[in-house]
């Protein structure tokens, strides 16, 4: 694994696997928040954030999705890397279709933003950032926590009357988030960074037996947390929309394309079709990244053609009703 020690770049600095096989994720190492309270240091503002992400990363997309659906794209401005990224990280190259330039400081690589932040910082470079241009820092790395400032703490900012937590849901939101995460999120990448059989098992086993558990619910509901478009659809669409295109192939997770799923894939079209969510999605960004990015798993960076699948075509989930929180809690 890349990363900085000390402020110093370090190529296969650690293992990002343990003794059985078994793909650890490593945790994300700025987690401060922007809060709506008068003493708070991060405070919502407009044109006081930006936004480092990759289109071609799920986690990123989750805060892209958020910031489109809320309407904060003129509030919050974004500077897009290259998909591809080798031995030096994530990088800027805004010659290329679909990237831009670090528009705040001109960084060749995402890792200058790292250091300018905290010049002794050890951890991963990572995509989402939350950076403060007033304090010229990075507020936060985590997506989860990014998803949840931009829905909460910029509500007032937003352009558009959406609410991805709303009250009532929020307790029923939360599990569903801790849920997906492990085995279909997160599951995704233990399947496909598994060092051993054994932990390659493992890993589909509980991501099919997760994905069979949701289209079951998502039978007679619209949405994951009952009648209400929340972040936990959030969370799931940036994994369901990768899934056919690359988890499927590249990652072995191919008991079963979405597409062959009888309500998740109505599902994610919905998702798709919904207004703020398509154009947060760059194909060919997510399959240049994921094929050509993991020699150990891909060593030819051959990017696979399929499958051709309408996104277009009608979902039907409106006629759903679907189901107060306190009755979601008997299908957990």
């Known amino acids: 694994m890349n990363m900085l020690v000390d402020g110093e770049w370090v190529v296969d600095a650690t293992e990002s696997t343990e003794e059985d096989g078994e793909f650890q994720r490593q945790e994300t190492a700025f987690r401060d928040w922007v809060r709506d309270e008068e003493d708070a240091r991060f405070q919502p503002e407009a044109d006081r954030y930006h936004l480092y992400v990759s289109y071609a990363c799920p986690w ?24 591809y990224r080798d031995d030096d990280g994530w990088q800027f190259t ?9 528009h705040l400081y001109g960084s060749d690589y995402l890792r200058e933003l790292y250091v300018r932040a905290d010049p002794e910082t050890t951890g ?7 950076w403060d241009t007033q304090e010229e820092t990075i507020v936060n790395n985590e997506s989860a926590e990014i998803m949840r400032m931009l829905d909460v703490a910029f509500d007032d900012i937003a352009e558009r009357d959406v609410d991805l937590y709303p009250a009532g849901y929020q307790d029923e939101v939360d ?33 099919f037996d997760a994905l069979d558990h949701w289209d079951e619910v998502l039978a007679d509901q619209r949405y994951l947390a009952g009648d209400r478009l929340t972040e936990a659809d959030v969370a799931m669409f940036t994994t369901l929309v990768r899934f056919d295109q690359v988890y499927h192939t590249h990652f ?9 799923y009888e309500n998740l894939w109505p599902y994610l079209r919905d998702l798709d079709q919904t207004p703020g969510v398509r154009e947060t999605v760059r194909m060919d960004h997510i399959k240049e990244h994921y094929y050509t990015t993991h020699p150990d798993v891909n060593p030819k960076r051959i990017v696979a053609v399929g499958p051709d699948l309408d996104f277009e075509a009608p979902h039907d989930r409106a006629e759903l009703q679907g189901r107060p929180p306190e009755e979601l809690k008997t299908l957990a």
């Open 124 to 130: 991963r470079v990572t995509v989402p950032v939350l």
């Open 60 to 83: 990123a997309h989750r805060t892209l999705l958020v910031r489109s659906l809320k309407g904060l794209e003129d509030a919050i401005s974004v500077s897009v890397v290259d998909p």
């Open 252 to 260: 072995m997770c191919n008991e079963q394309f979405i597409h062959q």
């Open 175 to 207: 599990r569903i988030i801790d849920d997906i995460y492990d085995p279909i999120n997160n599951g995704v990448y233990r399947a496909g960074f598994a060092g051993s059989q054994e932990a390659y098992d493992r890993a589909v086993t509980g991501l």
């Open 94 to 102: 805004p010659e290329k279709d679909g990237c831009t330039p670090d």
